[in-house]
């Protein structure tokens, strides 16, 4: 099955870009998503990217698809302290619409 | 209106216990689904509805975790012979259906503690 890889921890200064790093290994993949989780609350979806793109940009979110290298990231532009949470990457695979989360990566934004 | 809802939000019970997790989801949403939550994991797939039929429930870890949505909305998590090892966040999330993008809304989690 879906194997999905993520950095655990990431530390940003406040202002600066995040870069969240993200791997899978099927390469059937369909749509691929980024989720947020803030403490205690549910998961909400950031933004997502169909396989047939290499780029999406979403305001201060710009996501990088590299399917020879089965990579995706997520690059956060002016990071601000609200945008500390966890974040995971979701790939969905080929006749499947179940999304394989990766571990998530936790990001602090510090001032 | 509202979003996906997930009642209770905090269970704590016994070891050999039985629990039901009960999930509203967003109205006129078919396709309903169950993950597990570990402390430091991602969300795990346990079960999926289309409507009222479990479309896929390949997740489930054992025969003592069962899911129902009899009548295509709300759906009941149901685990049997509670252990220690169930202890976990259960997220519910709904969305229109399946095929092609198809957002997951998800609800705030159930937080299951088994002593």
């Known amino acids: 099955g879906e194997d999905v890889e993520q950095s655990l921890f990431l530390s940003v200064r406040e202002g600066d870009s995040s870069v969240i790093n993200c791997t899978y290994t099927?390469?059937?993949?369909?749509?691929l998503y980024w989720y947020k989780q803030e403490p205690g609350a549910g998961l909400q979806l950031l933004t997502y990217?169909?396989?047939?793109?290499d780029m999406k940009q979403d305001q201060r979110l710009t996501v990088l698809l590299n399917k020879k290298d089965k990579h995706l990231s997520l690059r956060i532009a002016d990071t601000q302290t609200g945008d500390s949470a966890i974040y995971f990457c979701?790939?969905?695979?080929?006749?499947?619409?179940?999304?394989?989360f990766g571990r998530g990566t936790s990001l602090i934004v510090h001032p | 209106g509202a979003g996906v809802s997930q009642t209770p939000s905090n269970k704590v019970t016994e070891k050999g216990k039985y629990v039901e997790l009960r999930c509203d989801p967003i109205?006129?949403?078919?396709?309903l689904y169950w993950y597990r939550q570990s402390l430091g994991q991602g969300p795990e797939f346990l079960i999926y509805?289309?409507?009222?039929?479990?479309?896929?429930d390949s997740g489930l870890p054992n025969d003592r975790f069962f899911a129902v949505r009899p009548e295509g909305s709300v759906s009941t998590l149901k685990i049997q012979r509670t252990e220690r090892g169930d202890s976990a966040v259960y997220l519910c999330?709904?969305?229109?259906?399946?095929?092609?993008?198809?957002?997951?809304?998800f609800g705030p989690g159930t937080r299951l503690t088994v002593l």
């Open positions: 999330a709904s969305s229109l259906g399946q095929g092609g993008y198809n957002e997951q809304f």
């Open positions: 099927d390469s059937s993949s369909t749509y």
């Open positions: 990217i169909f396989s047939n793109m």
């Open positions: 979701a790939v969905e695979s080929g006749g499947s619409y179940i999304p394989t």
């Open positions: 109205s006129g949403h078919t396709a």
């Open positions: 509805f289309q409507g009222t039929g479990a479309a896929d």
